[in-house]
């Protein structure tokens, strides 16, 4: 990764990414602008799959808050993609409740049927599988989520290679 000094080296934040941006710091009163940081993380992730070291440097200096402070935002919780994902994002919760109804083996199905570790990314570009925490869906068990949008539950062999298939043939 090249280091970034003083300056974004990536496109800047777009006039609707800073409309977008805006809307949220709106919400909050003019000097707690920083509260925005975790719905502008979302909007960025939103807008380009990652949240790159240099789109933080966006942030930050759009909020008027230091970089390392929305470093620790962005890697605090596991919502913020570090690094590219595929076009789907497959997480799969691995927490106790789900781990005991076969979380950790939906996992391993995931992984075996796209050729891919945990965490991997499938060579095409088109699934990355994660363990992931509570999904908050305990009696649904296996669940997992998909795009940090849909939750699916209980997630049987049958039901992922149904998902996986169909995500595979879905048009844009």
């Not at 990414?17 to 805006?22: G, H, I, N, S, V």
């Not at 930050?60 to 230091?66: H, I, K």
């Not at 539950?153 to 992922?160: R, T």
């Amino acid at each position: 990764m090249s280091e970034v000094v003083g300056s974004v080296k990536e496109a800047p934040l777009s006039d609707a990414t800073r409309a977008r941006f805006a809307r949220e710091v709106a919400k909050y009163p003019p000097e707690q602008a920083q509260s925005a940081v975790m719905a502008c993380l979302s909007i960025v992730q939103q807008e380009r799959g990652w949240v790159s070291p240099e789109s933080e440097l966006a942030i930050a200096d759009y909020l008027g808050m230091p970089p390392m402070a929305v470093h620790e935002v962005t890697t605090f919780y596991n919502m913020y993609n570090q690094q590219p994902v595929g076009r789907f994002k497959l997480n799969v919760c691995t927490n106790a409740p789900c781990m005991f109804a076969g979380g950790p083996q939906a996992l391993q199905h995931l992984c075996e049927k796209l050729g891919v570790e945990p965490y991997g990314t499938t060579a095409d570009g088109m699934f990355t599988v994660q363990p992931c925490e509570c999904l908050g869906a305990c009696g649904d068990a296996p669940v997992m989520l998909v795009n940090d949008r849909n939750m699916c539950s209980f997630m049987s062999d049958d039901k992922l290679d149904q998902l996986v298939d169909g995500l595979r043939n879905a048009e844009d």
